[in-house]
């Protein structure tokens, strides 16, 4: 089973494209934590490290596509090492001045959010240029979405050994030195140096143009909202079954869930339509959010999650193949970090409304959010089953790191076909 991934990792830079794109994306990654970690750590309330955390979700939801904008038009290194490195000095200035005066501490987050780089739009574009076989794009698309559950998985790890080992505040300086190292071995990389997008046609909305992308992120935007409310019906569970060590449990069996599927997924081939294939993983991915609603003792609830967690990575996998399908020429990693900001976006809305619903009818029915939220995304899917069908434009021209690493050429199989 692992042969495929095998094959992929053994081409000329993939490895190191996607290890440094993990590593790059992990201050992104730890965010949220290590500003709760920091801020209580200076004295400033939970309430406090809430605003400061949701400043610079929000921020990084802007940033992302306007600088996948920036990457399409002026290729990556040009935007991601100076992304990297903003956002860093930003995050350090929040590291360094704390939150008093809290003017400063709410400019820096947003600032280190608005600058985080697109390294995970951008190394979606990057496949083509570095693999050159049938499927194996596809086969990528599902090994980096099983690589993002393994940094979400140990991100959270290293960043409280490295509080526990040192500070808060050293901690928030370390991991966002080794972000901007990890950018920069991604951008000095032969395949991001000598990528060019294809020609592109001016248009203000730019990725947003394509229905079919806009569909795409309609329904992504519920799946979005089904792992936002996750999270906060599990703490309700786990405050009557254990407390932080069972929500712990809950939140890794997710992880282990995306993990398993995700792989099993990436590792043989598929044949036909991507979108009606969708339809079905994000049907699948509804109904096992369901069982959660029984809700018995730990172990066996740790069991249920991995089997909500198990259709989520072949679902984001699928997607991106959509993606690739329907961004306009020119605009590839804008179109991919469209996506990364619609499901940033939709989790927020679904941590704010499963609050309430949790509040108001406990843990039960804030499970029922997840997979009411799956059943939306899957209506949106068959509505717009049309539109995700139809060919795409095609997106990505990938430049040659052979012969000639200053000419761009088109990948050796379009979109479609790879589908």
């Not at 809430?50 to 290194?77: K, S």
Request: proline letters at 5%; glycine letters at 12%; one cysteine or more.
């Amino acid at each position: 089973m692992t042969g495929a991934y095998v094959e992929i990792l053994r081409a000329r830079h993939a490895a190191r494209l996607l290890v440094g794109t993990l590593i790059g994306r992990l201050p992104n990654a730890v965010a949220a934590l290590a500003i709760l970690l920091f801020v209580r750590a200076e004295g400033g309330s939970y309430t406090l490290a809430g605003g400061l955390a949701a400043v610079y979700g929000v921020a990084n939801a802007v940033g992302q596509p306007l600088l996948g904008r920036l990457v399409d038009l002026h290729g990556q290194p040009r935007v991601q090492l100076p992304a990297a490195v903003a956002s860093a000095l930003a995050m350090a200035v929040f590291a360094f001045v704390g939150i008093d005066p809290l003017g400063l501490a709410y400019a820096s987050v947003a600032a280190a959010g608005l600058f985080t780089p697109p390294l995970e739009g951008g190394l979606r574009a990057l496949w083509s240029s570095v693999l050159h076989k049938d499927g194996q794009v596809h086969t990528a698309y599902a090994m980096d979405a099983v690589a993002q559950e393994v940094m979400f998985t140990l991100g959270p790890l290293l960043l409280t050994l490295c509080a526990s080992l040192w500070s808060a505040q050293a901690a928030l300086l370390v991991l966002n030195v080794i972000g901007v190292l990890g950018a920069l071995s991604v951008v000095v990389s032969p395949p991001s140096r000598a990528w060019r997008s294809a020609p592109r046609e001016a248009h203000w909305l730019g990725a947003l143009r394509s229905a079919g992308l806009l569909a795409l992120l309609a329904s992504f935007l519920f799946v979005g909202v089904a792992m936002g409310s996750i999270a906060v019906a599990a703490v309700s569970y786990a405050d009557d079954h254990g407390g932080d060590v069972v929500y712990g449990w809950l939140m890794a069996g997710l992880g282990l869930g995306a993990l398993v599927g995700g792989t099993v997924y990436g590792a043989r081939q598929w044949s036909g339509e991507p979108a009606r294939r969708l339809r079905l993983l994000v049907a699948l991915l509804a109904v096992c959010y369901l069982p959660l609603m029984l809700m018995p003792g730990a172990v066996a609830m740790t069991l249920l999650a991995v089997l909500a967690g198990v259709f989520l990575a072949p679902c984001i996998a699928c997607a991106f193949v959509l993606v690739d399908r329907h961004a306009p020429r020119g605009t590839v990693t804008e179109a991919f970090s469209w996506l990364v900001t619609t499901f940033t976006v939709g989790a927020s809305v679904g941590t704010g409304l499963a609050g309430p619903v949790v509040e108001a009818g406990g843990a039960f029915w804030g499970f029922a959010v997840p997979g009411g939220a799956g059943a939306v995304s899957l209506l949106v899917l068959m509505a717009t089953g049309r539109v995700l069908a139809a060919p795409g434009r095609g997106a990505v021209v990938a430049a040659s790191s052979e012969n000639d690493p200053n000419r761009a050429v088109e990948p050796r199989f379009s979109s479609g076909d790879r589908a």
